[in-house]
């Protein structure tokens, strides 16, 4: 159960910067990579909060059982 939600949570952030360096969002956003402390500030906290909530709600299934 813990390598499902680890393997989605890293291909959610290959998936992020993947969409974060292509070139069609720098043609659509070219401030994006002004900002990139503050939008990588935002992510991290995102995932590190999807991530932690995830493993609660996989350790509450398994001793809940």
């Known amino acids: 159960m813990y390598i499902v939600v680890i393997g989605i949570a890293l291909l959610a952030a290959v998936g992020t910067f993947w969409v974060g360096f292509s ?3 720098k043609k ?5 990579e ?3 402390k503050k939008n ?12 932690v909530l995830a493993i ?3 350790v509450a299934v398994v001793y809940l059982r």
């Not at 659509?28 to 994006?32: G, I, S, T, V």
């Not at 990588?40 to 991530?51: D, E, F, G, P, W």
């Open 28 to 32: 659509r956003n070219p401030e994006y």
């Open 40 to 51: 990588l500030s935002k992510l991290t906290s995102i995932y590190a909060v999807t991530i």
């Open 34 to 36: 002004h900002r990139t």
């Open 23 to 25: 070139a069609e969002n």
């Open 56 to 58: 609660i709600i996989c």
